[in-house]
């Protein structure tokens, strides 16, 4: 089974167990390591089985693919944050700024561009792709007015000499009470309700199977880590694996409702069938 995900250590965390044959009954995994930029580009191409995609590409792969109800990542409290060099600045200072971004089909991105319609008079300038380890240099350096960052740039931004203008986060779920959803897991409809079962039933053990024994996944997770701090990867994988990773629940559902349809009523994604996200 073909699968794609990140080198991010909650991806690394969540799938240890399957990708190295310790869930049993569950297909021998042929593991490609990629960019959630690369992996959204994936799917709306149509390859690959399995992969990892953020939320807000959904509106373009439903049809091919299926939503697995498990080892995604949802959460609350780690949110992407747009970063500044100036301490204090708020929406206000964004007015007509340039603004990089990892991509603009992300879960981050959309986050992004609804805080800015309540928060930012007058809209943002010019939107910017940088991948995700150029944007803090870029912001620093001022290359760009601000940045939009996600992952372990929340825990180290402030050693580029950055501020927080707004933490996206923390703004979904104080105006929808719901967590924030990041990053999705999808698989090829055309295997069948049965092996899409199978698949989902898969990822949801290899998720528990890491949390009964987190030290079995710490070398998968270095490996593939480059040099990010030990401390920092647990504080990542803490974050962004929790209960929404083994079972999406009728919050989580309702959270990536809430994000396409608000994001498709400001023109930012095409707007999806109500049964598009119904599990086989």
């Known amino acids: 089974m073909r699968i794609t995900y990140s080198p ?15 869930v049993p009954g569950a297909p021998e995994l042929d593991v490609t390591f990629a960019d ?10 149509g390859e690959g089985d399995v992969l990892k995609v953020s939320y807000a ?7 091919e693919y299926a939503l697995l109800p498990c080892g995604g990542a949802l959460g609350r409290g780690c949110g992407p944050l ?28 959309l986050l992004f561009r609804l805080w800015a319609a309540d928060a930012v008079p007058g809209g943002v300038g010019e939107i910017v792709v940088l991948p995700f380890h150029e944007i ?29 203008v707004a933490d996206l ?5 104080h105006t929808t009470g719901l967590p924030i959803p990041l990053g999705a897991i999808v698989a090829r409809r055309s295997l069948g309700p049965e092996r899409l079962r199978a698949l989902a039933e898969a990822a949801r053990t290899s998720v528990r199977m890491a949390w009964d024994d987190p030290e079995a996944s710490r070398p998968y997770v270095r490996e ?12 990542h994988i803490g974050l962004y694996v929790n209960e929404y990773t083994a079972d ?33």
């Open 36 to 45: 959630i930029d690369v992996t959204n580009a994936l799917a709306v191409r």
């Open 57 to 63: 590409v959904l509106p373009w792969v439903l049809e």
């Open 224 to 235: 593939h880590a480059q040099e990010m701090d030990p401390a920092v990867a647990d504080q």
């Open 8 to 22: 991010c250590p909650n991806d690394t965390f969540v799938f240890d167990a399957w990708a190295h044959g310790r």
């Open 82 to 109: 747009v970063l500044s060099r100036t301490a204090g600045a708020g929406g206000s200072s964004l007015t007509g700024a340039t603004v990089a971004v990892p991509s603009e089909r992300s879960t981050a991105y």
């Open 248 to 280: 999406l629940g009728e919050s989580g559902y309702a959270a990536v409702r809430g994000l396409l349809t608000r994001a498709a009523a400001e023109g930012l994604v095409p707007p999806i069938p109500a049964d598009a996200l119904r599990f086989p």
């Open 136 to 164: 803090m240099p870029a912001v620093r350096d001022g290359r760009v007015d601000a940045g939009l960052v996600i992952h372990e740039a929340r825990f180290t931004y402030g050693s580029y000499g950055l501020h927080c």
């Open 169 to 173: 986060g923390e703004h979904w779920e």
